[in-house]
């Protein structure tokens, strides 16, 4: 059974980080392309980033230099690391898993940046 839980979420204040983090269960996790979307309310759900098998790395151009995404194979978890943080980052944070035509999604996770 596929498994994706996402943690990490919270309240935060503008300019502050947080870590997200996404346990995997259920597939092979070191082959899959694993990323992070967000989706904010009244909005459709946007591409933050991405890191294939290999280490490629790619992210929307609004968090490019504010957030990193790693990975930990041994671990089967993927993170995201979120500083710099604005209002406009509040959203519920998705974590997903594709290879091929194979595509999993978390549950979400909620990140509400405000003062």
């Known amino acids: 059974q596929v498994q994706l839980v996402e943690s990490g979420g919270g309240l935060v204040q503008p300019g502050g980080s947080l870590r997200l983090s996404c346990a995997a269960s259920g597939f092979t996790f070191s082959i899959y392309r694993m990323g992070w979307y967000r989706q904010a309310p009244g909005k459709q759900r946007e591409l933050v980033a991405t890191?294939?098998?290999?280490?490629?790395?790619n992210y929307a151009v609004d968090v490019k230099g504010r957030f990193t995404i790693s990975r930990d194979n041994a671990k089967r978890t993927v993170f995201l690391q979120m500083n710099s943080l604005k209002p406009e980052d509040t959203a519920v944070y998705y974590c997903?898993?594709?290879?091929?035509?194979?595509?999993?999604w978390g549950q979400g996770t909620q990140v509400t940046v405000s003062s």
């Open positions: 997903n898993a594709n290879h091929v035509y194979r595509d999993y």
């Open positions: 890191l294939t098998s290999g280490g490629t790395t």
